[in-house]
Every structure is written in structure tokens, then in C-alpha cells.
């Protein structure tokens, strides 16, 4: 398939089983984000995937911990071209939704503003303000908790993106310069950010640990990882998740850091180890789904491509159908939760898939301003399998 090839094709870690089981990830946590939104704004939430939407947050940051320390030992040569596939990624669909919150929230809260209290309209300096320090990532650094308008969503990109930097100094800078510039961007990022690093360093961590055992098959052990992962998962939810450790008798002083915090530690390291070890028995067992069809191959790679959007755009077009609502004047009832979990929904896919192609553009024009060599696109050959 054009387009769609192994991002490191001299390492058997990544084969096609498990890209597409990537793949499947990757999704189902963006719309496991969806639907706890989605029953939160009909007042009807679905059993279990609409409880804990918070675990697809967590799936996110393993996932993204594990392509990106994938994607650095590809063809990408410097610190340069990391960072241009680094924004030209996340620009391609927070630049977007930073435009549709703007549009959204204006015209939803002069047609009902009821449906966005306790929110008021920002004025044109707050718009300008929240929109340039959240396209920069800067609005969950130290204490500060910036939203765009209604969407909350954004928060996580912040982490993802000085994640990302972090992981570019320790790789890409040697010596005194790396530990340097390192702690410089940690101490910008704040504890904040850095309270959950070690969530997304157990992706980078589970990489290294199959790229160093790539031949070893080990189906018997993969499947009893699998097992524990998948039973640990559903304990966690069905005993109450945050809930449970939050109850423990322990004081945590760093939880009330900031209010996303206790978002992080200690509940996410427990879940993120779980979503570790559900892709490592996946991995080993990898060989058992080594041919899969062209046709599944296509859907769920397509379907993929959706979740970034999805995860940005729903949250403004969830406010937007509730002010509709509330201007055409459909009570709660069946057609009110119909209307809240389905169009926001088709709406955010389509606009996921419209914005696809800007990263290669993004891509294109941040490597003509950056890098003096043009001959050969940032993104070359080698595409991600998940979002990177």
C-alpha cells in the first residue's frame, strides 16, 4: 500500500499483526475518550467504555511513547527533522480545532448561551491569547490549566508535545549538552507535565525490550501477558479506577499539583503498565496474526487516522449540538441522546479525514523555512504506523 509501510523495516518489533493491533488501540481509546464525553452531555453514559474515558488518555501516551521511540531509530538524521514530523503531525489537527472552537463556541453561545454555562464568551484578547499559547503547547505548563473555549481536550497535547522535546535532547544532543538542555526543558515543563512521563516512558521502554528480544516467538508467555493485562483492566474499571486509590489511607503530595494530577499518579502508572503489558503479549504473539487481509489492513488504517480528530474535534461540536438543541427545543429523551452521540461523531470523522493531508503540507513548508536541504521530504518513505 502506498503510503502505508513499515517505519523500521530492519527490526521484526513491528510486523503487521501488531500494527494493526496499534492501530486498533489507538482508536478504540480515542472513542472510549469520546464516549464518556458523549454520556456526560446526553446524561446517559453506555456500560463500561463509557465509564473510563480516562483510560484512553493513558493508551494514548503508551502508544505515543513507543512509535516515537520507534520513528528515532528510522531515517529522520537530526533534531531538526524530528521536530518538523513532530509539528506537522499535531499541527495538522490542533490548528484546525483551534479554528473550529473559535467558529463553534461563538455562534453556539449566541444561539443558546444557557447550554454553555457556567462558560461565558471569551472576548477577542482571551481567543487570541488561549489560541497562541495552546498552538505553542504552553498552556499546561507549571500550574497553569489554559483551556481553549469549551475545549478541554487540548490539555493532553501539551504533555505529548514536551514529552516529545525531552525524548529529541536525550537522543539527539551527547555530553553536557544533553543533560543541560535536558533538565532545561524539564524545568520549563514543570511538575505538572512531568509527574506523567513516566507513563509515556513505558512505551519507549516496552520498544526497546521487544527490539532487543525481536526473534524470540514466546506465544505461551504473550498469551498469559494478554490475559492479566485484559483481567487487570477490567478490575481496575469495575472496582472504581481513581476511585479506589484515591480511598487508600496514603497521603500522595504530589497529587494536588495541579487539578490534572490526580489524573496521573499513582492510578496511571498501574494502568499504563497494564496497556504495556497487553501490547507485549500482543507482540509475542504477533506471528499468530501475520496475515492479515488487504481489505482489514485498509479499513483499520483508515479508521485510525480519525482518532487524533476525533479526541480534538468532538468536545466544541458536543457544546455546539447541545445549543442546537436547546434552540429547537428537544428535551431530554430518546432523540436528545441520539442526536449527541452520533453527530458530533460523523462530524468529527469527517473533519479528521478532510485534515489528513495537511501534515504533509505542514511538513513540506516547516522543512523549506527550516532545514536548507530540500531535496527529499520530511516524511520521505517512511510514514507512521500510529499516530507519532
Sequence with gaps: MKNQVL????????????????????????????????????QHKLPFFGIYGGLGVTVFFVLSGFVIALSSTGKRRDIVDYFIARLARLWSVALPAILLTLVLDTL???LALSAYAPMQPYPAYKWIAASGITALFLNQIWFLDIWLGTNGP??????EFWYYAIFATLIY?????????AGLVIGFAGPGIIIAFPVWL???GL??????NAAAGKKLLGLGALL????????????GGSKTFTALPVAYPLVNLKPWGINFWPQSY???????LNIYGFARMQQVFRNPSEKMVRLVRTTAETSFGLYLFHYPLMYFCKAILAVAQIPQGTSYILVIYIAPFVAATWLSLKCEPLKFILSGALKSLLKKNKTQPAYGNEVSIVPD
Design 173 to 181: 544532543l551527547r555530553g553536557w549538552r544533553r543533560v543541560a538542555v
Design 207 to 212: 520498544f526497546h525490550l521487544l527490539r532487543e
Design 154 to 159: 487540548f490539555w493532553s497535547l501539551s504533555y
Design 270 to 276: 498501574v494502568v499504563g503498565f497494564l496497556i504495556a
Design 202 to 204: 513505558l512505551g519507549v
Design 228 to 239: 492479566v493485562s485484559v483481567a487487570g483492566l477490567i478490575l481496575y474499571v469495575m472496582m
Design 108 to 110: 453556539g453561545q449566541w
Design 7 to 42: 517505519l523500521f523495516q530492519s527490526s521484526n518489533v513491528l510486523q503487521p499483526g501488531l500494527s494493526i493491533y496499534l492501530d486498533l488501540l489507538r482508536y478504540l481509546a480515542a472513542l472510549m475518550v469520546y464516549l464518556f464525553h458523549a454520556g456526560h452531555f446526553a
